[in-house]
């Protein structure tokens, strides 16, 4: 152990001041990750963008860095050992902290930008880039559920992922975090969206008990605040849970009233509404009404859709 510190001593000794400090601020991720996740974390406050391929060559002529491709980009790795040397560095030069925030920030773009494309033709490689950044996101909410003034962060990024806890089967996982976070933030002003998002996730697990309260008290807190999308979607996954609790009348009520709640904005939510209308009117024999709910859930986004 002694031998490989002194080994790794030496090798930082040697480099130049800007791959040095590179070192030691890569060392905030887990994971591999690409130049532009670098330049987003890393740079500044003595390390200037313009200098960071260089500084990256230079970690990889030392081997304090791997190359890997991933979908054709060149992506960076430290191994293990190599990083827990560098997070030391890291802790002595006092710049930890900041570091880490600015890793959070950087997990949060991408967790707000792949959420804008969930329900449009880019869901898959929005899934993708989330799948391959996990476990820059888990690090990123375990330090914010842990330092006080993040937290209200995590909660957004968990918030945000909503469909990708359940469609890449991390659904236990992200139900645990919202839980988590929902009760560090009692008074956020995101807590109406991340109880929605929670209720979801319990009726997904199949869980209409644990479901209907959550989105109660989403859809009470929505309409207080005047937020129509998360009234909207409470009221729709509500809709959902009567229908899987076998209560169609309630479920068909609240279904056509989210589909007009979600139509001014986004008339996909409202499609998948009328999809759960469908079933509904199928599995009361009403075929003519199925028919007709299916026919508006596959209009294209842009065509005028009437609501009853």
């Known amino acids: 152990h002694r031998t490989l510190l002194a080994t790794m001593q030496w090798s930082h000794d040697l480099l130049g001041e800007p791959a040095r400090v590179l070192w030691r601020r890569a060392a905030v991720f887990v994971d591999a990750v690409d130049v532009s996740a670098v330049e987003s974390v890393c740079t500044g406050d ?20 791997e190359i890997t491709t991933v979908d054709g980009r060149s992506h960076f790795r430290m191994l293990d050992t190599v990083r827990a040397f560098g997070r030391g560095l890291l802790a002595s030069s006092g710049e930890g902290a900041e570091l880490r925030r600015r890793h959070v920030r950087w997990v949060a773009a991408i967790a707000a930008d792949a959420s804008g494309q969930f329900l449009g033709p880019d869901q898959v490689p929005a899934f993708n880039v989330l799948s391959r950044h996990h476990h820059e996101i888990s690090a990123a909410l375990d330090h914010c559920a842990a330092t006080a003034g993040l937290e209200s962060v995590g909660l957004a990024i968990a918030t945000d992922l909503w469909l990708y806890w359940e469609a890449r089967g991390r659904l236990g996982e992200g139900r645990q975090r919202l839980d988590n976070l929902l009760a560090a933030c009692p008074e956020d002003p995101l807590r109406s969206r991340a109880l929605a998002v929670a209720g979801y996730l319990a009726l997904a697990g199949t869980e209409s008990a644990v479901a209907e309260p959550l989105l109660t008290r989403a859809r009470d807190l929505g309409l207080a605040e005047k937020d129509t999308p998360v009234v909207a979607m409470a009221t729709q996954y509500l809709g959902q849970a009567a229908l899987f609790d076998g209560d169609l009348d309630t479920a068909e009520t609240l279904l056509r009233e989210a589909a007009a709640l979600h139509l001014p904005t986004d008339e996909r939510l409202s499609a998948f509404c009328w999809a759960d209308i469908g079933v509904v009117a199928l599995v009361q024999h009403r075929l003519d009404d199925a028919s007709e709910a299916f026919e508006r859930s596959r209009l294209p986004v842009g065509a005028e859709i009437g609501v009853r």
Do not use: F, Q, R, Y
């Not at 960071?52 to 060559?57: N, R, S």
């Open 46 to 65: 003595g390390l200037p963008a313009d200098i960071v391929l260089d500084a990256l060559a230079e970690l990889v002529d030392a081997s304090i860095l």
